[in-house]
């Protein structure tokens, strides 16, 4: 009897354990969701739940997450955006602490810490990295890989490299010396590191890519740049939006359709000699611009997708583009010598005879491209110019609000812009 009692209890014993060990070890420490606080985001709770709320840090782990922080400043960013004072000595609260800081840290690195559509008043429609941190946290801990997860999380190009290089540079001038110029400089990387963090890190390898802070485009075709030239883009104000958004075809000797805004703003009051002598005219209740010498969008226009009605264009104002400030149009973006541009597009896509038929007609025509070009407006007052670090004038104020959410200090308001008023085109 004892023997079988012995027995018995064995294999209780060991069903228990087998029972306990299905359910996640519930004798074993465990996180309380209630340490995490009711801020705590969706991304650490998915962390613990995935780990079936078992700790995640350790000595060594902690200390290479120590380590990481304190490199923040190499892309610009503040340590205590993430991780603010004394880690909380309480257990279940210093594991939250940690698991906080590390998803923000890594989220910033990967996606950026501001959210681009909050930061202006303006439209952002730019393709955006996705990453899931809490996965990817929960592995690298797994794999004992931490330091090299991080590493890998920010953009991995020559441009960013730099950038990051220069705001050590420039930030440590400013703490040596002080000087105003090496901490403006600094800030204004810190911006810009951020705006490349936003991007999605693989863009399509053919595409045209707008600086509207400086107000040029470069066309790359196959990962190799193609061509670069000077445009003309919103004056302030009147801001060129940051936009993802395809060409899809080529018109030729366009039909200005005069916004109902610009009407309203410019044109309501004038004569209809004024009008007539711009080659415009009624038709359907609707002011438009016909084809010729003063027509506003040139000889051609490249249409794109988007819910802005912004598209670039040639234009009859061929002197802006000689200017070293190219900020006059109403939004729209104007191409230096567009039929040249235009041509090359038409060259590279297969429809360059279609295109030049187009333009013999000297009346409105469409050319849809066989293979649609992405477009990317994209406003950056710090970047990568032939292998150095190019600076321009923020004309759009639109700096400080990253700058801001990114724990800088403010600047004084924008003065007021007076409109240029050389012409009414797009």
């Known amino acids: 009897m004892r023997v079988h009692d012995c027995l018995g209890k064995a294999v209780a014993l060991a069903l228990l354990s087998v029972s306990l060990s299905a359910c996640g070890n519930l004798f074993s420490d465990q996180i309380d969701a209630k340490a995490l606080g009711a801020e705590a985001s969706s991304d650490v709770r998915a962390f613990y739940q995935a780990r079936q709320w078992q700790p995640a840090w350790d000595g060594k782990s902690e200390k290479q997450l120590a380590d990481i922080l304190d490199g923040a400043p190499l892309h610009g960013l503040k340590r205590e955006l993430f991780l603010k004072g004394e880690i909380p000595k309480d257990g279940d609260e210093r594991e939250a602490a940690l698991t906080r800081a590390a998803l923000r ?19 952002y429609t730019l393709k955006r990295p996705k990453v899931d941190a809490a996965a990817g946290l ?18 991995q190009t020559d441009e960013y490299r730099l950038l990051s290089q220069e705001f050590a540079r420039y930030a440590k001038l400013n703490g040596s010396q002080g000087s105003p110029e090496a901490g403006e400089r ?15 890190r693989d863009p399509p390898a053919t595409r045209i890519d707008v600086n509207t802070a ?45 916004p109902d805004s610009i009407l309203e703003d410019e044109l309501k009051e004038k004569s209809p000699a004024y009008l007539a002598e711009q080659g415009m005219e009624w038709r359907d209740d609707r002011l438009v611009q016909l084809p010729g010498p003063k027509n506003s969008l040139g000889q051609v226009k490249f249409d794109m997708r988007n819910d802005q009605a912004i598209y670039l264009h040639d234009t009859a104002a061929k002197a802006l583009f000689g200017l070293p400030k190219r900020h006059r149009s109403h939004g729209c973006v104007r191409v230096q010598d567009a039929i040249g541009f235009a041509l090359l597009l038409a060259h590279d896509d297969g429809i360059l005879i279609d295109f030049q038929e187009a333009l013999t007609k ?30 321009v004038e923020d004309v759009y104020g639109w700096d ?14 924008r003065a007021k812009v007076e409109h240029a008023g050389e012409d009414v085109g797009p």
């Open 105 to 123: 840290y890594a989220s910033a690195l990967a996606t950026g810490y501001s959210d681009p559509k909050k930061v202006n008043s303006e439209v």
């Open 138 to 155: 929960s592995k690298a801990l797994a794999d004992d890989r931490l330091t090299e997860w991080f590493a890998s999380l920010a953009p």
């Open 186 to 200: 600094a800030r204004q990387i810190a911006v810009n590191l951020e705006r490349l963090r936003w991007l999605d």
């Open 214 to 258: 400086a107000a040029f485009l470069e066309y790359r075709r196959n990962g190799a740049l193609r061509d670069r030239r000077n445009v003309v883009v919103g004056q302030p104000d009147w801001e060129t939006p940051q936009l993802g958004s395809p060409i899809f075809q080529l018109v030729a000797h366009p039909i200005w359709r005069v």
């Open 362 to 391: 000297g009346e409105e025509s469409f050319v849809k491209m066989k293979s649609e070009v992405p477009v990317r407006l994209m406003y950056r007052t710090a970047f990568l110019d032939d292998g150095k670090v190019r600076f």
């Open 400 to 413: 400080d609000d990253v700058a801001y959410a990114l724990g800088y200090v403010r600047k004084p308001p």
